[in-house]
């Protein structure tokens, strides 16, 4: 008798009815509370440690392994392949590419510098991006065999990745040196 309707009618196939001001507010009580644990409970699971992932990037037979941060506004594709880019701080990749490229690379953008072995020039890339401080920018990028994503205990490998090589520092804190996209 507490929770029946009044006067029940049916419109567009929908039973409504008439309900007295206390269910009403019992009612709004309740989604209020409900809502107020689940704000809490997903706020409890995302924190900032959500936001990084471990990377093992992987080129002929060299491994090196970065830290990198999760970035939801690094969208990079490589134009011609549609492959994704994750972006790597220059001076971490110096265990996995040749010296001569990685100190030229922006002469290698502004055309200033040929590479002479074809090996690695097959693997160029060059990347159109748009940023906050930067409307038109180039990005080279490096074809490398494999990475191996590392994010909350579970490993995914993903193959033929483009990595972009930035020039400058990404966390002053050096908490991590590369941006991945979430598609990876």
Sequence with gaps: YFVKPQNIFIRNG???????????????????????????NFKGKFSKRDMFCNLQLNFKERKININAMIDTGNLLKEPITGKSVVVVEKEELYELLPKSILEESENIINGKSEIENIEYAEKLKLIPFTS???????????????????????????????????DKVLSKSKTYTSLIGLDL
């Design 14 to 40: 929908v039973l409504t009815g008439t309900y007295p001001i206390k269910i009403a507010l019992l009612g709004v009580i309740i989604g209020f509370v409900i809502i107020t644990i689940a704000f809490k």
């Design 132 to 166: 906050l401080g930067k409307e038109n920018g180039l990005l080279l990028g490096f074809k490398i065999d494999s990475i191996i994503v590392e994010y909350d205990d579970n490993l995914k490998q993903v193959n033929d990745v483009i990595v972009g090589i930035y």
